[in-house]
């Protein structure tokens, strides 16, 4: 397992930016496919990004397509970069880390999370 570190939540309004960064505590990131999912209130975590361990291989939720682009530094930063933000991307965003890039979009795929960072999009 792996410490992961979430920032750069905050307070947007709809159609704003934010780029969410991903660390690990005391260690590289290079060896893992890593993903972001997201948790609304009342609903269930669910799966938003994810991202190979070399960086060449992404993919997506249907919702976030085109908006949203989930990349990662040579080492140890894995960022989420949100554009065109709406109200339904209000949401804690977790980082995580998993073993197998075919599973990470599972969360039975992964094997560290971080504590999440919230982003709150008003209308």
């Known amino acids: 397992q792996v410490q992961l570190v979430e920032s750069g939540g905050g307070v947007v309004q709809a159609g704003d930016s934010l780029r969410l960064s991903c660390t690990a505590s005391?260690?590289?990131?290079?060896?893992?496919?890593m993903a972001w999912f997201r948790q609304a209130p009342g609903k269930e975590r669910q799966f938003v990004a994810a991202?190979?361990?070399?960086?060449?291989?992404t993919y997506y939720t249907d919702s976030v397509k085109g908006r949203f682009t989930i990349s990662r530094d040579a080492n140890k930063i894995v960022y989420l970069q949100m554009n065109s933000l709406k109200p339904e991307d209000t949401a804690v965003y977790y980082c995580?880390?998993?073993?197998?890039?075919?599973?990470?979009?599972?969360?039975?795929?992964?094997?560290?999370w971080g504590k999440g960072t919230l982003v709150t999009v008003s209308s």
């Open positions: 005391g260690r590289t990131l290079s060896t893992y496919p």
């Open positions: 995580a880390a998993g073993n197998n890039y075919r599973t990470i979009s599972t969360k039975e795929g992964i094997h560290s």
């Open positions: 991202i190979n361990w070399s960086g060449s291989m």
